[in-house]
């Protein structure tokens, strides 16, 4: 999965949030838990200013970390600061 998202945050980054969002999507369709796939769909939703569909994607995926109390969060669990508007 891993690759995966790396492609949607390519897609991401280039500005093709739809393509992204729908990979973000295909990876939650194999994983409803998968913390970046749901916080980084989260950004999508964002950018898309659908600020209440973001706030609920990440609170998910805060969700799906905490059984990982203890364990550092990994860059790739955040959004690229270079995808959300400034």
């Known amino acids: 999965m891993t690759k995966s998202i790396r492609?949607?945050?390519e897609h991401h980054r280039a500005g093709r949030c739809d393509e992204a969002a729908r990979v973000y999507r295909r990876v939650?369709?194999?994983?409803p838990a998968y913390p970046d796939a749901l916080n980084l769909?989260?950004?999508t939703a964002y950018q898309?200013?659908?600020h209440a569909r973001a706030a609920a994607l990440m609170r998910?995926?805060?969700e799906a970390v905490k059984p990982?109390?203890?364990a550092a969060?990994?860059?790739d669990a955040l959004p690229p600061l270079d995808i959300?508007?400034?």
């Open 73 to 75: 969060i990994t860059q």
């Open 68 to 70: 990982m109390r203890g």
């Open 84 to 86: 959300l508007p400034a």
């Open 28 to 31: 939650l369709s194999l994983d």
């Open 48 to 50: 898309a200013r659908d």
């Open 60 to 62: 998910r995926a805060l």
């Open 7 to 9: 492609r949607a945050v």
């Open 41 to 43: 769909l989260g950004a």
